[in-house]
């Protein structure tokens, strides 16, 4: 079976910092990988997906990027944070059928 | 389009039944459900599938109403465990590699 790191677990950081989240996955191959974010109390909103190495698909215009440097590596990336980017951000994973499963999560409060 | 779950929020007694309803203005092809703890990540509950037969066990099952495009998650002699926040996301194709649109969630609260 498979498992999904991601890191970090928790993160502060202040308007206009950058921003790196890593998210990696064990266990399979060739994986579709998915960054969400959920605000406080809120749904799911899917931010990127990938179906294979450097293949990125963008749900939302914002100022993150996302990129997928290997197989089984999902990072997620902003050059200049904002308030509103402060959530929970999830990564998930599908492989091989139609069932998505979903990391630990990191929460970042942008203050 | 993003399913519809109702009701939005629930309160219940240890042991007492509820439903979970999630609706959508297209054809579906998949149906999802998660169920989400304070805090935590979504975790996986079942999935079910256009023509596939309703899933579950014997407290927590669901089904799937092509016709009405509708799902609906049942949780029998609900537990105190069962609290937290259900989605439901949906594909509207078979293709695997098709995006989930989840619905904004059934917060459910058990109480003792």
């Known amino acids: 079976s498979q498992t999904i790191h991601q890191w970090p677990a928790t993160l502060v950081q202040p308007v206009g910092s950058p921003l790196s989240l890593e998210c990696t996955v064990e266990g399979t191959s060739n994986p579709n990988l998915y960054w969400y974010r959920q605000a406080a109390g809120r749904g799911l909103q899917l931010l990127f997906y990938s179906v294979g190495i450097g293949q990125i698909s963008s749900e939302v215009p914002q100022n993150l990027s996302a990129s997928r440097p290997q197989d089984r590596q999902f990072i997620l990336s902003s050059k200049k944070l904002l308030l509103s980017d402060s959530g929970f951000y999830l990564c998930?994973?599908?492989?091989?059928?139609?069932?998505?499963?979903f990391g630990p999560g990191t929460r970042l409060t942008v203050t | 389009q993003q399913p519809v779950q109702s009701p939005q929020a629930v309160i219940l007694r240890e042991g007492e039944d509820a439903v979970i309803n999630c609706s959508s203005s297209k054809a579906l092809y998949s149906v999802h459900w998660y169920r989400q703890k304070h805090g935590e990540a979504p975790v996986f509950l079942m999935i079910l599938l256009k023509g596939g037969e309703q899933k579950g066990h014997e407290k927590i099952s669901a089904s799937f109403n092509e016709k009405k495009q509708q799902s609906s998650l049942y949780l029998t002699a609900s537990q105190l465990s069962y609290s937290g926040t259900y989605f439901c996301?949906?594909?509207?194709?078979?293709?695997?590699?098709?995006?989930?649109?989840f619905g904004k969630g059934t917060r459910l609260h058990i109480l003792p």
């Open positions: 996301g949906s594909t509207s194709t078979m293709n695997r590699d098709d995006k989930i649109i």
């Open positions: 998930a994973v599908s492989r091989g059928s139609y069932e998505q499963y």
